[in-house]
C-alpha cells in the first residue's frame, strides 16, 4: 500500500495513533509490574533514560520492547503533526487570527514534544547517593559533592516507623535541610541549602534532597539521600506549555466569539 501525505495527514490516522497509544499506556503498569514493579520505576526515575535504555534495559525484555513501542508511536505522531501542519495551514492562513493562533499551539505541541524526546537523551543524571555531615562523594570522574551540614530538627527515631506512617509532628519539612556544594574538577559551581520540595537550582543544574536516612552509629544526626542533575530542556519546555495553554485559550474564547456572533 502506498503511503501518501494525504494519509499522513488524515484524521483518521491520527485517531488510529492516539487510540494505539491509549491501548500502549493501558498495559503498562502490567509490564512494569512483570519486570519489578515500583522498584524498577524508581531506578528508572533516577537515572537518565538512555543511559538505562543502553545498559540495564536488556534485562527487562518486555519493558524493553513497550518503550521501543513508544518511541516509534510517537515518532508516528510527530511525523502526523509535520505533515498536517504543513499540508493544512499555509495555504489557507491568510489574515484569520484563528488560523494563526491554530498553527502556532501545532507548533507549540510539536516544540513541547521534541522537547521531551530530547530530555530523554541529553542531560546529566547519576546515581542518588546517600552522605553524612562532613563527607564528600565522588558522582562521576568530573564531579564530587560536599555535605557542609546537616539540620534535622526532629527526633532521630522517627526512622524507625515507617516512612508511610510520619506526619507533620514527626517529621518539619519546612525545617529540615542540608547545605551542599557541588564541584567539577575541583572548582565549586554551586552551593546553598536543600529542603524537602526545595532543591538547590542553577540554570539546568538542580540537587534535590530526596530524604533522610538514620544517623550512623555514635552520631545523633542523621544522613541524606540526595541526587545532583542537569536538564538543559526541563525550563524551555515549561514555558512552551505554558504558551500553548494560554494560547489555546485565547484560540477558544475567539472561537466562542465567533460563533456567538453568528447565531445572532
Known amino acids: 500500500m502506498k503511503i501518501s501525505s494525504a494519509m499522513l495527514a ?26 519489578g514493579g515500583k522498584k524498577i520505576a524508581k531506578v528508572m526515575n533516577h537515572s537518565l533514560f538512555i543511559d538505562w535504555f543502553l545498559q540495564d534495559s536488556g534485562q527487562y525484555p518486555s519493558l524493553r520492547f513497550w518503550f521501543v513501542g513508544l518511541c516509534l508511536l510517537v515518532a508516528l505522531l510527530a511525523l ?25 499551539i501545532h507548533l507549540l505541541f510539536g516544540l513541547l514534544v521534541a522537547g521531551h524526546g530530547a530530555g530523554f537523551i541529553w542531560g546529566w543524571r547519576p546515581s542518588p547517593v546517600k552522605a553524612h555531615m562532613n563527607s ?12 557542609k551540614e546537616i539540620t ?10 515507617p516512612r508511610r506512617e510520619w506526619n507533620s509532628d514527626d ?10 556544594s557541588l564541584s567539577k574538577n575541583g572548582v565549586e559551581i554551586v552551593s546553598g541549602e536543600i529542603a524537602t520540595y526545595n532543591p538547590l537550582a542553577k540554570g539546568s543544574l538542580q540537587i534535590t534532597l530526596l530524604g533522610f536516612t538514620p544517623p550512623v552509629p555514635g552520631s545523633s544526626t542523621p544522613g541524606i539521600h540526595l541526587q545532583a542533575s542537569r536538564a538543559p530542556f526541563a525550563r ?17 474564547m475567539i472561537t466562542r466569539k465567533t460563533l456567538v456572533t453568528e447565531k445572532q
Open 171 to 180: 517529621f518539619s519539612f519546612d525545617k529540615n535541610r542540608a547545605h551542599v
Open 236 to 252: 524551555p519546555v515549561i514555558w512552551l506549555f505554558h504558551i500553548m495553554i494560554l494560547l489555546t485559550f485565547v484560540y477558544l
Open 152 to 161: 534535622f530538627y526532629d527526633n532521630p527515631q522517627i526512622f524507625k516507623k
Open 10 to 35: 488524515s484524521q483518521r490516522f491520527t485517531t488510529g495513533l492516539l487510540g494505539l497509544l491509549c491501548i500502549w499506556f493501558a498495559v503498562f503498569p502490567y509490564i512494569l509490574k512483570l519486570s
Open 80 to 104: 502526523n503533526l509535520v505533515v498536517c501542519t504543513w499540508r493544512r495551514f499555509p495555504p489557507k492562513l491568510g489574515l484569520s487570527r484563528q488560523k494563526w493562533l491554530l498553527f502556532f
Open 136 to 147: 564528600t562523594i565522588k558522582l562521576d570522574q568530573e564531579h564530587q559533592l560536599t555535605i
